[in-house]
């Protein structure tokens, strides 16, 4: 039987997902690796469902498939600048003219691409 690294990254993630304290963060990079994009949308959906106030689910990526699935709100920009990081909550997407990826990958958010 031969199961595949993507396989097994992924049932990491769903334990990661699933297995929540009462209290506390969880924190993935880059779920994205080895996933159809297809597969991305269930699982941002899915961390939508499991995430709550008193456990929010934060994930980092630079997957523009990933952050196509976002709403409102969702989406934080991290830039570091001149020794120091700067966080930010996206709050205009449903202003903008386009898609939240491409409106990210432009540069149009202003913050959260490297540099």
Request: one cysteine or more; charged letters at 30%.
């Given at each position: 039987?031969?199961?595949?690294?993507?396989t097994i990254y992924?049932?990491?993630?769903?334990?990661?997902?699933?297995?929540?304290?009462?209290?506390g963060i969880t924190l993935i990079e880059e779920p994205e690796r080895g996933l159809h994009p297809k597969a991305?949308?269930?699982?941002?959906?899915?961390?939508?469902?499991q995430a709550t106030y008193?456990?929010?689910?934060?994930?980092?990526t630079h997957n523009?498939?990933?952050?196509?699935?976002l709403k409102n709100n969702e989406l934080w920009l991290v830039d570091k600048k001149q020794g120091t990081t700067e966080m930010k909550q996206v709050q205009i997407v449903d202003q903008l003219a386009t898609t939240i990826?491409?409106?990210w990958l432009t540069n149009a958010l202003d913050g959260g691409l490297p540099w």
């Open positions: 039987m031969c199961i595949r690294d993507s992924l049932l990491s993630l769903l334990v990661a997902m699933l297995d929540q304290p009462e209290l991305i949308i269930e699982l941002v959906e899915g961390f939508r469902e008193e456990h929010p689910i934060w994930v980092t523009e498939a990933l952050v196509r699935c990826d491409e409106a």
